[in-house]
């Protein structure tokens, strides 16, 4: 627990501490964009259905964790003895304040549904704490102010400050939307106003090398109205690309600063900082109508979704700089993948979503959703992939926090479990939205939807279903007085979905836009029934991914499956076995941690000449070739029974 004993009530505010949650949606533009965010408690997850169950688990089980780490780590430490509440020195990374905020994010998402009375004190405490360490300026940085020899904005190449700003400006607009806790708030506020005199127009012409103030500053405008913060981020927005960073190590591209952001649209260097500054040049298209950048980011999207995202919605296929590799060069088992770059390239989708209406964005949440996202958490909620490799080979050195063979309880470099904490805390925020003809459903789950009518009435849409498990859903749609329009979302993956409306047969094809717009009568209740038929798909990858030639993937619905050891018949070794793709396993009942379904059928076990590593072209060793049972379980469930070779493409017969 943390030691600061201040009471919470001499921090300093501006406003009220606590009035009422502003429940504003997630990145819900000032400016009306194509699509409305709905607010924070507009949806809700049935408990014990997928979602429902993994956003309770985020809450009782990842975000204590979180809490806990941040004492352990040392992340709170390093902001007590700043205020000589603690004599231990310096630990972690120079950014350990990030992993804070982001905490403190994720209960701030959380507050829309309670806080229990530790989570609410640790909310007080941290926010004591941060007032407490801030300087009469707005400065906080427990880095930077604990290191005599650091001074501020110095080394903006390195130092993250911000970075870690833009996580605390984030946390208070979480607080402040979730339960209308402005506490945090004040304190932030005072630190953008401080970022605004120090780099505002006619101020220094710099920005941090690792984006993520710019969509935090764009975020902050729209919980407060205040323009200069948008102006900031517009600014650090079109000051990028004039190679402040480059030399030295690393080089421009990692940073993202090789060219304008206009003119950089190709998805290079570090992932994170690329899908981070991606986002936050989409919130300023969002608030300011540039088409301009939205071009651009449509021409940056092309590059990374078509060209260098893995089938698990993972970016980043090079551990070196944690970095996007060239186009196609997607190896599974080098695959680097951070948590967090999926989580970027989640948060991301949803603000182009909102600027185009367009589904294919949905499209990319769902998969990083299920698949990247889901697979860096264990079963328990309290251990983390940070690199999400798509095969681990037999041997596989997993001494190293870069690739272990398990999730780990923590990292030294934690910026992905609070960031898994913050995501999924807001999850329901990224189901539906609305506009001036209705209502659009992006993400299938079993829960309720609220929403305003465009006549103003409020409708309740009641959804039941297995998703994604299985594809048959039924939609309860309430009246309103006038007639108005649901859009739903139908997967790409779903060949021939079948849809009933009031028990008729519904004629109407999906549109190019991914969506099947259902009118719904004015004074009439609707029930819309939706299959999506799940049949198990081989997925082939494009020729030009050498790394997975004559492999397939199997995949049912949303759900990328693989192969583990722990399922396979004793002695088949993982690499030796061979899949026919006329010949598919098939669903049946799941029987290992998590799993519904998992699918299983006959494969081969292909073992070549041992004798050397290379030689003529190999022919398989017929004496050591025999049939085989192959069990594949989703993706996101590897790694629950201890370390394991796992692979999701495999060689084809
Ligand atoms: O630099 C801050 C975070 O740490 C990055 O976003 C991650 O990739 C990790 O390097
Ligand atoms: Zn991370």
Request: with cysteine.
């Amino acid at each position: 627990m943390m030691h600061t004993q201040t009471d919470p009530s001499t921090t300093p505010t501006a406003e009220p501490s606590v009035t009422g949650a502003s429940l504003r949606g997630l990145a819900a533009p000032v400016r009306q964009p194509r699509l409305v965010p709905l607010l924070m408690d507009a949806v809700k997850f049935e408990p014990g259905r997928h979602l429902g169950e993994w956003q309770q688990l985020n809450r009782d089980a990842t975000v204590p964790h979180c809490i806990e780490n941040l004492e352990s780590s040392g992340a709170l430490d390093n902001l007590r003895r700043l205020v000589e509440s603690s004599d231990l020195p310096f630990r972690g990374l120079w950014f350990a304040d990030s992993d804070l905020h982001k905490t403190l994010e994720a209960v701030g998402w959380e507050s829309v549904r309670g806080l229990s009375p530790g989570v609410a004190h640790f909310v007080d405490e941290a926010v004591t704490l941060l007032a407490s360490v801030q300087e009469d300026d707005g400065y906080l940085d427990s880095w930077v102010q604990g290191s005599p020899a650091q001074a501020r904005w110095d080394d903006l190449r390195f130092s993250h400050e911000m970075y870690c700003a833009g996580h605390l400006m984030q946390a208070a607009v979480a607080l402040s939307r979730g339960c209308g806790d402005r506490r945090l708030l004040v304190i932030a506020r005072k630190l953008a106003d401080l970022l605004v005199a120090e780099f505002g127009e006619g101020a220094r012409d710099v920005y941090d090398s690792h984006p993520e103030v710019e969509t935090a500053l764009v975020e902050l405008y729209r919980e407060t109205g205040h323009t200069p913060y948008l102006e900031l981020a517009q600014r650090q927005v079109e000051l990028r690309g004039r190679g402040l960073f480059s030399g030295e190590s690393f080089g421009a591209q990692y940073f993202q600063d090789h060219a304008p952001v206009r003119e950089a649209t190709e998805a290079i260097g570090h992932a994170v900082r690329q899908l981070y500054l991606a986002a936050g040049v989409t919130d300023v298209y969002l608030e300011t109508g540039d088409e301009s950048l939205l071009e651009a980011m449509k021409e940056l999207w092309d590059s990374a979704f078509t060209t260098k995202t893995y089938i698990t919605g993972a970016h980043g296929s090079r551990h070196r700089d944690e970095a996007y590799g060239d186009p196609y060069e997607l190896p599974p088992d080098r695959a680097y993948a951070e948590t967090c770059a999926a989580i970027a390239a989640f948060q991301w989708n949803w603000r182009m979503l909102l600027a185009t209406g367009e589904g294919q964005y949905a499209e990319e949440m769902e998969r990083a959703l299920y698949n990247n996202i889901a697979a860096a958490t264990s079963c328990s909620g309290k251990q983390f992939f940070y690199s999400n490799p798509l095969q681990l080979r037999t041997g596989h050195d997993g001494t190293t926090e870069d690739a272990p063979s398990e999730r780990l309880d923590w990292y030294s470099c934690a910026c992905c479990p609070p960031n898994l904490a913050r995501l999924i805390a807001s999850l329901q925020g990224y189901v539906a939205t609305s506009n001036s003809q209705g209502v659009q459903l992006h993400l299938l789950a079993a829960g309720t939807v609220r929403a305003n009518a465009p006549d103003g009435s409020t409708v309740t849409i009641t959804v039941e279903t297995e998703y994604p498990w299985d594809g048959i859903c039924r939609l309860d749609v309430s009246a309103a007085a006038s007639s108005w329009e649901l859009a739903i979302r139908v997967p790409a993956w779903c060949d021939e979905p079948s849809i009933t409306v009031n028990g008729s047969p519904f004629g109407v094809p999906v549109g190019p836009d991914g969506y099947l717009r259902v009118q719904c009568a004015a004074g009439e209740a609707t029930v819309i029934g939706l299959d999506l038929p799940m049949p198990v798909r081989a997925v082939s990858a494009h020729p030009r991914v050498d790394a997975v030639r004559g492999c397939i993937a199997l995949a049912r619905g949303p759900l990328v499956y693989c192969i583990e050891q722990v399922d396979q018949p004793e002695g088949d070794l993982l690499e030796d076995i061979r899949i026919d793709q006329a010949s598919l396993p098939q669903p049946v009942p799941g029987t290992s941690p998590g799993v519904v379904t998992q699918l299983v059928g006959e494969g081969r076990v292909l073992a070549t000449r041992p004798s050397s590593l290379y030689g003529d072209p190999r022919q398989e060793d017929v004496a050591a070739t025999h049939e085989t049972t192959i069990t594949a379980i989703p993706y996101f469930r590897w790694a629950n029974r201890g370390s394991n070779a796992m692979r999701v493409w495999i060689p084809t017969i």
